[in-house]
Each structure stands twice: as C-alpha cells, then as structure tokens.
Nanobody, 121 residues
Framework: QVQLVESGGGLVQPGGSLRLSCAAS????????MGWYRQAPGKQRELVAA???????NYAEVVKGRFTISRDNAKNTVYLQMNSLKPEDTAVYYCNARIRLLRERYYDDYWGQGTQVTVSS
C-alpha cells in the first residue's frame, strides 16, 4: 500500500510564508503527476498547483507568482512553497498523487490527510 503524509501547515500572518511537504511511502509503486488542492469552509476542493513527473507545472490563477510547486523524485516528495500569503489562502491543503502499484496496470488517485493553513493577523 501507499500513503501520502503531509507536513508544514500552520498559522501565519498575512504576507508570510509557509512550505508544505508531502511524501509518498510504501513499496513497489510508480508516481506520475503530483499536486496540491485546497478546500476552504463551505467551498469545493480546488486545484492549487500540479507538477508532472518531468517537472512541468501549472497553477491556479489566484496563486501564480506567489506559490511554487516542486518535487524530489528520489524522495517521492512534492513541496509547495507559499509566499505572500493572504487570508483568502486559508484552507485545508491536500496532497494528491497519481500512483500505479507495480502489480497494477493503471494509475489511481491517492490523497493525503490534509493540513490546515490559516492566514490571520
């Protein structure tokens, strides 16, 4: 089995920075794209940023220029550097990865448990 474990959330003042990490653990798997989603109270979960296995990235318009997604394939880890944080960035952030168990033919979506990010003075 594969698990995604997130870390790095917390409380930060407006204008501050946080770095989220998400590591995939387990055995005998292959990772394709990885990404970060967020869900604020009363809202639907939305894509924040994604990165392919070759390093191509895409971002939600509202975070472009402030957030940076990266990954370390050797560590099966994806990161989200969040700068110039705003109160509207407050949400639970979820890690997502497209993973194929080597005994399977197809990739499937895996999710982390979520980490709270609160931007408030």
């Amino acid at each position: 089995q594969v698990q995604l474990v997130e870390s790095g959330g917390g409380l930060v003042q407006p204008g501050g920075s946080l770095r989220l990490s998400c590591a995939a653990s387990g055995s005998s798997f292959s990772i394709n794209a990885m990404g970060w989603y967020r869900q604020a109270p009363g809202k639907q979960r939305e894509l924040v940023a994604a990165i392919t296995s070759s390093g191509s990235t895409n971002y939600a318009e509202v975070v472009k220029g402030r957030f940076t997604i990266s990954r370390d394939n050797a560590k099966n880890t994806v990161y989200l550097q969040m700068n110039s944080l705003k109160p509207e960035d407050t949400a639970v952030y979820y890690c997502n990865a497209r993973i194929r168990l080597l005994r399977e033919r197809y990739y499937d979506d895996y999710w982390g448990q979520g980490t709270q990010v609160t931007v408030s003075s």
